[in-house]
T-cell receptor, first 112, second 110 residues
Framework: KAGVTQTPRYLIKTRGQQVTLSCSPI?????VSWYQQTPGQGLQFLFE???????NKGNFPGRFSGRQFSNSRSEMNVSTLELGDSALYLCASSGRDYNEQFFGPGTRLTVL | TQLLEQSPQFLSIQEGENLTVYCNSSSVFSSLQWYRQEPGEGPVLLVT?????EVKKLKRLTFQFGDARKDSSLHITAAQPGDTGLYLC??????????FGAGTTVTVRA
């Protein structure tokens, strides 16, 4: 069974630009969560989608948004990038057993 | 807001030595999880503990959950270079959201 995949793995953008990151969950998993990981703040929850609906949201500004498609693939978008948005963005999927989330390798975003 | 504190922040030991890392919460854990994250990868779940006083063993790893369910420790016996990584504790508030500690970076030297 293939794991969670994220594309691209690395991304360099400049301030003010926008970016879209993609996540493909494990086949059969309908829940996808997104996290931001930085050295200073650690891992922080962004949002979670299930069956194309956002079920839970963390404390991030509206510049961070996401969506989920009917095949459970998910995208997150960050608009008007700031230097502080430089981070590793991780997505995780879970199936019937919500007790375990399977993480992808992440997308390393650098904002210059 | 729950605060998860992990200590120490960094730990470097020689292969074959033992190590213990700690996780403390400002409030009672709903469901405590331990993860390990290797460089360039996402976190991988090691264990979930729910019951106060619970002890779980996975090969050379021993997880203890405090009776008051506000603290936990992870002990590794005879550490190996493959144990190198970032060890994270997390609380599962509900089915959908994890709150993580800052982690302990463990380096095991060969």
């Amino acid at each position: 069974k293939a794991g969670v995949t994220q594309t691209p793995r690395y991304l360099i953008k400049t301030r003010g630009q926008q970016v879209t990151l993609s996540c493909s969950p494990i086949s059969g998993h309908r829940s996808v969560s997104w996290y931001q990981q930085t050295p200073g703040q650690g891992l922080q929850f962004l949002f979670e989608y299930f069956s194309e609906t956002q079920r839970n949201k963390g404390n991030f500004p509206g510049r961070f948004s996401g969506r989920q498609f009917s095949n459970s693939r998910s995208e997150m978008n960050v608009s008007t990038l700031e230097l502080g948005d430089s981070a590793l963005y991780l997505c995780a999927s879970s199936g019937r057993d919500y007790n375990e989330q399977f993480f992808g390798p992440g997308t390393r975003l650098t904002v210059l | 807001t729950q605060l998860l504190e992990q200590s120490p922040q960094f730990l470097s030991i020689q292969e074959g030595e033992n190590l213990t890392v700690y996780c403390n919460s400002s409030s009672v854990f709903s469901s405590l999880q331990w993860y390990r994250q290797e460089p360039g990868e996402g976190p991988v779940l090691l264990v979930t503990v729910v019951t106060g006083g619970e002890v779980k063993k996975l090969k050379r790893l021993t997880f203890q959950f405090g009776d008051a369910r506000k603290d936990s420790s992870l002990h590794i016996t005879a550490a190996q270079p493959g144990d190198t990584g970032l060890y994270l504790c997390a609380d599962r508030f509900n089915d959908y959201k994890l709150s993580f500690g800052a982690g302990t970076t463990v380096t095991v030297r060969a």
